[in-house]
């Protein structure tokens, strides 16, 4: 096996407050009235001469118009950690919705790393359906694309090895074309599962976020991940408080940025 290990950040650069059964498809039986905060993270995965960026964010207007605010810009987050945006190389892409592919832009330098289904899926019937679109901005998908006419985005079918030890999985759910992203780690596989687990509750529960675009994939995809991994504890959620609980800070100087590996 191969040694080639790699470090893992969770940078958290967003919050916000919502009711615990909002969080949840299914009705839960324990405080459904009660507050549970959703967070909103990009990954960063350094190692072995790679800088690979999971997810971009939200972007400023997307900020602006859903009304909310940055804990702290992941550009700024980044360049704090000392991995400015011009020292990415690939920006992996787990699916378009705008809280994970705004700012595309600011990786010029970057290789974009999508499902050609979930852009299928972005750009396709479905999006006549506002209750499927409102997850979408048009501004990152216009910006995704002119990434693709320059050249600058590999349209993935299925799974894929992005580098030794860094590796793709296509799962869906949660939308057409999710990816999810497992790492190879001194602590063994790590599993970035963005939104095809948004809190650890939905997979110990079995009980998906409240936006589920295939329910079968979506449940599928918790045996998936599980799989994925030794240690289910390596399991990584996309947007789940807890994150920031059980991971120490990555440096004092950058308080959004966890160390997961
Ligand atoms: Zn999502």
Same mark, same amino acid.
């Given at each position: 096996?191969?040694?080639?290990?790699?470090?893992? !950040?969770?940078? *958290?650069?967003?919050? %916000?407050?919502?009711? *615990?059964?909002d969080n949840f498809f299914y009705a839960v039986e324990e405080d459904p009235?009660?507050?549970? %905060?959703?967070?909103?993270?990009?990954?960063?995965?350094?190692?072995?001469?790679?800088?690979?960026?999971?997810?971009?964010? !939200?972007?400023?207007?997307?900020?602006?118009?859903?009304?909310?605010?940055?804990?702290?810009?992941?550009?700024? %987050?980044?360049?704090? $950690?000392?991995?400015?945006?011009?020292?990415?190389? /690939?920006?992996?892409?787990?699916?378009?919705?705008?809280?994970?592919?705004?700012?595309?832009?600011?990786?010029?330098?970057? #290789?974009?790393? $999508?499902?050609?289904?979930? $852009?299928?899926?972005?750009?396709?019937?479905?999006?006549? /359906?506002? #209750?499927?679109?409102? !997850?979408?901005?048009?501004?990152?998908?216009?910006?995704?694309?002119? #990434?693709?006419? *320059?050249?600058?985005?590999?349209?993935?079918?299925? &799974?894929?090895?992005?580098?030794?030890?860094? =590796?793709?999985?296509?799962?869906?759910?949660?939308?057409?074309?999710?990816?999810?992203?497992?790492?190879?780690?001194?602590?063994?596989?790590?599993? $970035?599962?963005? /939104?095809?687990?948004?809190?650890?509750? &939905?997979?110990?529960?079995?009980?998906?976020?409240?936006?589920?675009?295939?329910? =079968? /994939?979506?449940?599928?995809?918790?045996?998936?991940? =599980?799989?994925?991994?030794?240690?289910?504890?390596?399991?990584?959620?996309?947007?789940?408080?807890?994150?920031?609980?059980?991971?120490?800070?990555?440096?004092?100087?950058?308080?959004?940025?966890?160390?997961?590996?």
């Amino acid at each position: 096996m191969s040694s080639i290990v790699y470090e893992v !950040f969770a940078v *958290r650069f967003a919050t %916000a407050n919502r009711r *615990r059964q909002d969080n949840f498809f299914y009705a839960v039986e324990e405080d459904p009235q009660g507050s549970m %905060a959703l967070d909103f993270f990009v990954w960063l995965i350094v190692g072995n001469g790679k800088v690979v960026l999971v997810d971009t964010g !939200f972007s400023q207007t997307s900020s602006l118009v859903r009304g909310r605010p940055y804990v702290i810009e992941p550009a700024v %987050a980044l360049h704090q $950690l000392g991995y400015p945006t011009e020292t990415v190389q /690939d920006v992996v892409v787990t699916h378009l919705h705008y809280d994970h592919a705004g700012n595309v832009g600011d990786y010029a330098h970057a #290789r974009i790393w $999508l499902q050609e289904r979930e $852009l299928q899926f972005a750009t396709g019937k479905c999006m006549c /359906d506002p #209750r499927l679109s409102n !997850f979408f901005a048009t501004d990152d998908i216009a910006l995704l694309l002119k #990434r693709l006419y *320059r050249g600058d985005v590999r349209l993935l079918d299925g &799974n894929h090895t992005l580098h030794d030890g860094i =590796e793709l999985y296509a799962i869906g759910g949660h939308t057409d074309g999710l990816q999810v992203v497992r790492v190879r780690t001194a602590r063994g596989w790590v599993l $970035l599962a963005s /939104d095809a687990a948004h809190f650890y509750e &939905n997979l110990d529960a079995k009980n998906p976020f409240p936006a589920v675009f295939s329910m =079968e /994939d979506m449940l599928d995809g918790y045996a998936l991940i =599980e799989g994925l991994v030794d240690d289910h504890d390596c399991i990584v959620p996309g947007h789940d408080p807890k994150v920031c609980e059980r991971y120490p800070l990555a440096i004092p100087s950058c308080p959004y940025a966890y160390r997961i590996a």
